[in-house]
């Protein structure tokens, strides 16, 4: 993690060393250099700049400034004027930059240049991990992505059966998110009686079985929103009737999901298709843009929580779901401590607390434009 910063200081350096003025000088000798600044790794790999001396018929060259652990090895210009000075930084070199003088004498006359010189971490890749680094070492790093399952992209997986879920397989992804939205929504109405036509998977599964297929297994199926036929509102109470609809998906969607036997409506049986369960999921999307308050979220995770714990014990649940984009309202600050209250806050079980940090939301935007937005990132992230 250090080489990147040592690299920067190093393009500062030598801005600043060809800005100078060079060192001391004599009116009897010029020296010139090859490079202002040389770059030696710690693995010993030599640092060279040849070095031109004219003004005398013969002169030696030096190296002040040296660190401790690199050792100068000199190539004398002899009668040609020009000559080699090489750097050879060991391990035991500190890492940095360094400002540095290369001297030529001849008799009483001398001048001398400056050299910047940069001591670069040397990397070694071992045969074995290194147990006492990271996670019994490892890093524990991994790629995944998120998809909105919705009209307008519910096919894509249909469409490029030959390359997916290959490719999105191929980058090792865990926990892939899934958020349900608009038409793949599967509860569209809540007929009395029930009817089969109630429910209707198809959308949604056109994305989330592949999912399901890919790597690890292992989504999280966050609970975006309410079906399209009732909605969520401040302030929200526990007698709520919408509340109560909205506990009834999502234990159906668990059901549906993660357990053997399904759940049947208007006498049709809802089931999965896939052997493998959805472990993890997330509650609701960022209520602090969508309408709710940090009170009005206690309630609902203590109402939705419960209900889907006792469908499935083993599931995992993600709480909060944050947006920052509008920061002040996202702020964890201004949330957590309403969330954890004691006696007022939150009483089922929490695995993750999970905040959504956005450096875009424009698929179309190039890189330069999504990297620009990293300052910003790392402010909301401290």
Same mark, same amino acid.
């Given at each position: 993690?250090? $080489?990147?910063?040592?690299?920067? #200081? ?8 060809? #800005? ?27 640092? $060279?700049? /040849?070095?031109?001396? /004219? @003004? ?5 060259? $030096?190296?002040? @400034? ?30 940095? /930059?360094?400002?540095? *003088?290369?001297?030529? =004498?001849? @008799?009483?006359?001398? /001048? ?41 992209? =519910?096919?894509?997986? @249909? ?42 998977f198809t959308m949604l599964d056109e994305t989330v079985q592949p999912v399901l297929s890919v790597t690890d297994h292992s989504p999280e199926f966050q609970i975006a929103v309410t079906p399209g036929f009732f909605s969520l509102s401040s302030p929200l ?8 609809? %909205?506990?009834? %998906?999502?234990? +159906?969607?668990?059901?549906?999901? +993660? ?10 049986? %809802?089931?999965?298709?896939? =052997? ?17 308050t940090p009170a009005d979220y206690v309630v609902l995770y203590n109402a939705v929580v419960p209900a889907m714990l006792a469908v499935d014990p083993a599931i995992k649940i993600s709480a909060l779901e944050l =947006? ?24 089922? *079980? ?6 959504? %940090?956005? $450096?875009? #939301? ?21």
């Amino acid at each position: 993690m250090r $080489s990147p910063s040592i690299i920067i #200081c190093a393009g500062v350096a030598v801005v600043l060393a060809a #800005c100078g003025s060079g060192g001391s000088t004599s009116t009897a000798l010029s020296l010139s250099l090859s490079s202002s600044a040389v770059l030696a790794s710690q693995d010993g790999t030599p640092a $060279s700049t /040849t070095a031109t001396v /004219t @003004g005398a018929a013969s002169a030696t060259f $030096s190296v002040s @400034g040296l660190p401790n652990g690199v050792t100068p090895q000199i190539t004398q210009p002899g009668a040609s004027g020009q000559g080699i000075v090489s750097l050879i930084a060991s391990p035991t070199a500190p890492s940095g /930059t360094y400002a540095l *003088q290369v001297t030529a =004498s001849a @008799g009483s006359a001398s /001048t001398s240049q400056p050299l910047t010189l940069v001591v670069a971490v040397a990397v070694v890749v071992g045969s074995s991990p290194d147990t006492s680094l990271g996670i019994n070492g490892q890093l524990n790093e991994f790629m995944s992505t998120s998809f909105q399952p919705a009209e307008w992209d =519910s096919g894509y997986f @249909g469409s490029q059966p030959k390359t997916e879920p290959a490719q999105l397989n191929s980058l090792d992804p865990q926990h892939i998110r899934l958020q349900a939205i608009s038409e793949a929504v599967p509860w569209k109405a809540n007929s009395d009686p029930q009817l089969a036509t109630d429910w209707d998977f198809t959308m949604l599964d056109e994305t989330v079985q592949p999912v399901l297929s890919v790597t690890d297994h292992s989504p999280e199926f966050q609970i975006a929103v309410t079906p399209g036929f009732f909605s969520l509102s401040s302030p929200l109470t526990a007698s709520d009737p919408n509340l109560q609809l %909205f506990v009834s %998906f999502a234990q +159906n969607l668990v059901r549906y999901y +993660n357990s053997p036997t399904g759940f049947t409506w208007g006498g049709k049986l %809802f089931q999965s298709p896939s =052997s493998h369960p959805i472990t993890w999921w997330g509650i609701y999307n960022e209520y602090n843009i969508n309408g709710l308050t940090p009170a009005d979220y206690v309630v609902l995770y203590n109402a939705v929580v419960p209900a889907m714990l006792a469908v499935d014990p083993a599931i995992k649940i993600s709480a909060l779901e944050l =947006s920052d984009y509008d920061y002040e309202n996202g702020d964890p600050r201004n949330n957590l401590p309403i969330f954890v209250a004691l006696n007022t806050g939150v009483n089922a *079980q929490v695995n993750v607390a999970s905040t959504h %940090f956005y $450096s875009s #939301c424009d698929q179309t935007d190039w890189d330069t434009t999504v990297f620009s937005t990293i300052p910003g990132f790392v402010a909301d992230l401290q």
